[in-house]
């Protein structure tokens, strides 16, 4: 019977573990979201290098931040191939694409808004940079978190290891006696 309810309990836990692998397939994850801001912002501040002549600013942004920014474009990548599949390398290039345009459509609706704002993002940069791009993300307000469902943390309950339990030794059986025949 315990063997029973060991193997069902294993069983249910890890039919638990897949159905939440696959709910999750479609959200975006910490790191995911990371990766989706990261590319947001990075993409307005190369439209507002070639728009509001910043290129020096831009270069500044992209060398503090290199290895970081690679890293958040190889997750932003893993992410589209994981909610996409095969489409996974188009959708990454549709959504920098998408950001590009977005970025540039802003600036040509009000270029000195645009450049303003984006110097202020560049001084927040330049402040932040030896503390790490999330430190500097965390201070810059971007719809990413509006356009992507984060994931839900689905807290699974993990049973408390048990008290090793004393493994009863089997009773024998008395031995008869030996009994004793007195002899006349």
């Known amino acids: 019977m315990h063997k029973i309810v060991k193997t069902g309990t294993a ?19 910490p790191e995911d979201m990371h990766a989706l801001k990261s590319a947001a912002i990075q993409q307005r501040l190369m439209v507002a290098a070639l728009s509001c002549n910043a290129a020096p600013s831009y270069n500044d942004y992209v060398k503090s931040y290199q290895k970081e920014l690679q890293a958040a474009d190889q997750a932003l990548q893993t992410y589209f191939r994981r909610v996409s599949g095969a489409q996974g390398t188009t959708q990454y290039h549709a959504y920098k694409t998408h950001l590009a345009n977005a970025s540039s459509m802003q600036s040509i609706h009000n270029i000195t808004e645009y450049c303003e704002s984006t110097k202020v993002m560049f001084e927040a940069s330049s402040a932040n940079a030896g503390q790490g791009l999330k430190t500097f ?5 971007m719809a990413v978190e509006q356009e992507y469902q984060p994931c839900e943390v689905i807290r699974t ?25 007195a002899r006349k």
Do not use: Y
Not at 11 to 29: E, P, Y
């Open 11 to 29: 069983i249910l836990m890890f039919t638990c573990m897949a159905g939440n692998a696959l709910a999750a397939a479609g959200c975006a994850r």
């Open 157 to 181: 309950a993990v049973a408390a290891p048990t008290a090793a339990k004393a493994v009863p030794v089997p009773k024998m059986k008395p031995k008869p006696e030996a009994t004793t025949v």
């Open 137 to 141: 993300m965390a201070g810059q307000d």
